[in-house]
């Protein structure tokens, strides 16, 4: 079992910049990739960018160059720095990761993009 917790998510003007956090703890030497979706009001949840253990990454067309997904060498945390925020970027974010056997989520961390 692993349990995920994000934070770092809030309200930021068009253009701005936030960084998200999330805490993996439990069984989380059996993770094998890790991530961030996003869903907006009345829409699927969509993938954002997610990291495998050997640190290839793979981003969304929406959010190439835009957003930089990250963990620490101990795959204790993963973040996504978000820069240049769009309005089309709010949504609720979820952490993710896959430990060869299930998928994991965070409770989510809400990002609102507005002037």
């Known amino acids: 079992q692993v349990q995920l917790v994000e934070s770092g998510g809030g309200l930021v003007q068009p253009g701005g910049s936030l960084r998200l956090s999330c805490a993996a703890s439990g069984s989380i030497f059996r993770i094998y990739t890790m991530g961030w979706y996003r869903q907006a009001p009345g829409k699927q949840r969509d993938r954002v960018a997610t990291?495998?253990?050997?640190?290839?990454?793979n981003y969304a067309d929406s959010v190439q160059g835009r957003f930089t997904i990250s963990t620490d060498n101990a795959k204790n945390w993963v973040f996504l720095q978000m820069r240049n925020l769009k309005p089309e970027d709010t949504a609720v974010y979820y952490c993710?990761?896959?430990?060869?056997?299930?998928?994991?989520w965070g409770q989510g961390t809400q990002v609102t993009v507005s002037s």
């Open positions: 990291i495998t253990t050997a640190g290839s990454t």
């Open positions: 993710y990761c896959f430990d060869g056997r299930a998928d994991y």
